[in-house]
């Protein structure tokens, strides 16, 4: 048999069993601290992660609240930044982040923080590359640091008149009284937000939205030149203009804000500044038509010349590219292009591609309440009064505007081939669109 010899227990090493395998009683003494420390820090993270989050969620990294609107006066004076107008947009994000979080914690920032000057940039003229946009003889400088009465009284009219047709029951059309939260959000796409200048534009295909979208660009800073954001909206290539990553539009919310963007939209479109710029509607289908059919374009002749030929034109065969359609003289006439808005299947198969869809389908007007309603047919007056009224008409200037614009006048001549009960039928399709911006029922087209 083999003895085992154990040491004798050392007194000093002796264990209070009663507290636990392992754990003495200076141990068990230091377990609440310990758990209080560790809660503390876990607690401290997790207040800074959130605070972090909402942060984000209001945008602050690019907040200029220096654009709040008092109704109904029209555009009222903006304050600058860095020139008084701390202590409102400090006040204005204190009430903005307890709206947007709704949380019991009141407990508010009011750390003030300092806004970046932008640098004022000399209006440069138009490098004679841009071939679209080089017209001779534009005019480049400030015209009238005032604003002219005749054109506030102008917005006031559009608006007012936009705003008695929305809330009017007898004018009818679809989408019309829906709110603002029935609206899905890839519907949402062509609303672009600067949260730099605090400013929201609609764009409207056929309607100078290239040029406004390059300052929308230089506005926001969201393109890079060699490392610097663009200065002149003319610099900017026009590919560039049309990528949808260029911009922060309203339907991208909800992958950068989750479940706070559709609050957060409200917030911007109660605080932000508006706009959008419309144009007679007959004369933007004419305009869409030639920009889209009478000059080559390989992706909208796949997508809907091919079809339109076949559907209305006869055709069984037609070439695979369209400078071999052009080459054989196939091209869709307007004609055929009317049938094509007309037709009830058109829109069974996809809704109505951008550049020939309604504005109010575009731009949602009896939902969302526009601070300015700008024309192509005024563009000129209407871009200098807006750039003026939103404090930066001396960094930039709208770029040069086109001289063989679409003509209203041109509308007898390319709708005579138009059977009457189809101008008529067109005229309802677009109906809404005529009332609500206060275009004229164009009459002459609309009887024999």
């Known amino acids: 048999m083999v003895k085992v010899h154990l040491p004798a227990p050392c007194p000093s090493c002796t264990q209070d069993w009663s507290e636990g395998p392992g754990v003495g009683p200076a141990q068990g003494s230091m377990t609440k601290p310990r758990l209080f420390r560790l809660w503390l820090v876990l607690g401290s993270a997790l207040m800074i992660l959130l ?259 076949r559907l209305y034109a006869n055709h069984t065969s037609l070439p695979a590219s369209v400078s071999e359609a052009f080459s054989a003289g196939l091209k869709v006439s307007f004609a055929n292009f009317i049938q094509y808005l007309l037709d009830p299947h058109t829109e069974k198969l996809a809704p109505f591609n951008e550049h020939w869809r309604q504005v109010y389908r575009l731009c949602h007007p009896c939902q969302i309440d526009y601070d300015f309603v700008g024309k192509l047919e005024t563009l000129d007056e209407d871009a200098a009064q807006l750039l003026r009224s939103l404090k930066v008409d001396s960094q930039l200037h709208f770029p040069p505007s086109y001289r063989n614009r679409t003509a209203s006048s041109w509308e007898e001549d390319w709708f005579a081939n138009i059977p009457l009960a189809w101008r008529q039928q067109l005229y309802k399709l677009y109906e809404a669109d005529f009332v609500l911006f206060g275009y004229p029922k164009p009459e002459n087209l609309l009887r024999d």
């Open 51 to 309: 605070i972090i989050v909402y942060w984000d969620n209001v945008g602050t990294a690019h907040f200029y609240l220096h654009t709040s609107l008092s109704r109904p006066h029209i555009l009222e004076s903006l304050p600058t930044p860095g020139l008084g107008g701390e202590n409102v947009f400090t006040s204005d994000v204190d009430e903005f982040l307890d709206t947007l979080l709704s949380s019991d914690a009141k407990q508010k920032d009011h750390s003030r923080r300092k806004t970046e000057q932008p640098p004022v940039l000399t209006p440069s003229k138009p490098v004679l590359d841009h071939m679209e946009e080089n017209v001779r003889g534009y005019d480049w400088s400030t015209h009238d640091a005032q604003q002219n009465p005749d054109q506030d009284r102008q917005q006031a009219e559009r608006r007012s008149l936009l705003r008695d047709f929305c809330a009017n029951a007898s004018l009818a059309f679809p989408t019309k009284d829906r709110s603002f939260d029935d609206i899905p959000n890839y519907e949402l796409n062509h609303l672009i937000v600067d949260d730099r200048h605090g400013v929201i534009y609609c764009y409207v295909p056929k309607v100078a939205c290239t040029n406004w979208k390059r300052v929308m660009i230089v506005l926001s800073e969201s393109l890079l030149d060699r490392g610097s954001p663009y200065r002149d909206p003319l610099d900017i290539p026009r590919e560039h203009v049309h990528n949808t990553s260029t911009h922060l539009t309203f339907n991208k919310f909800w992958r950068r804000y989750g479940k706070f963007s559709r609050h957060l939209m409200k917030v911007k479109l109660k605080k932000y500044t508006k706009f959008l710029f419309v144009r007679d509607p007959f004369v933007r289908l004419i305009s869409a038509f030639r920009s889209k059919f009478e000059l080559e374009n390989e992706e909208f002749y796949r997508k809907f010349a091919v079809p339109m030929l």
